[in-house]
């Protein structure tokens, strides 16, 4: 079994920063896509940003030159960096992967999610 654990979101304040990290555990062999979404109130959830095993990146159009995503295979371990956070930023953050387990199935997993508020 797999399991992706997000933390780092919180209340923060616009134009500020916040980092968020998911650690991935449990069976894996080797972390394939991982990615982060977002969910706001009454919105679908939304790509914002990905990175492939070979760490080609993808922005959706609102966080380009605002979030960085980054990843730690060693760690199996991916980031999010966030900068000049604006109020509607604020959603729930989800950690996805594409994941090959020890046992070589390919399945894909996402985490519990983190609260990120942009609000003075």
């Known amino acids: 079994q797999v399991q992706l654990m997000e933390s780092g979101g919180g209340l923060v304040q616009p134009g500020g920063s916040l980092r968020l990290s998911c650690l991935g555990s449990?069976?894996?062999?080797?972390?394939?896509?991982m990615a982060w979404y977002r969910q706001a109130p009454g919105k679908q959830r939304e790509l914002v940003a990905s990175?492939?095993?070979?760490?080609?990146?993808n922005y959706a159009d609102s966080v380009k030159g605002r979030f960085t995503i980054s990843r730690d295979n060693a760690k199996n371990t991916v980031y999010l960096q966030m900068s000049s956070l604006k109020p509607e930023d604020t959603a729930v953050y989800y950690c996805?992967?594409?994941?090959?387990?020890?046992?070589?199935?390919?399945?894909?997993?996402w985490g519990q999610g983190t609260q990120v508020t942009v609000s003075s």
């Open positions: 449990g069976n894996i062999f080797v972390s394939l896509d």
């Open positions: 990175i492939t095993s070979g760490d080609d990146t």
């Open positions: 996805h992967a594409d994941v090959l387990t020890t046992d070589m199935r390919r399945n894909v997993y």
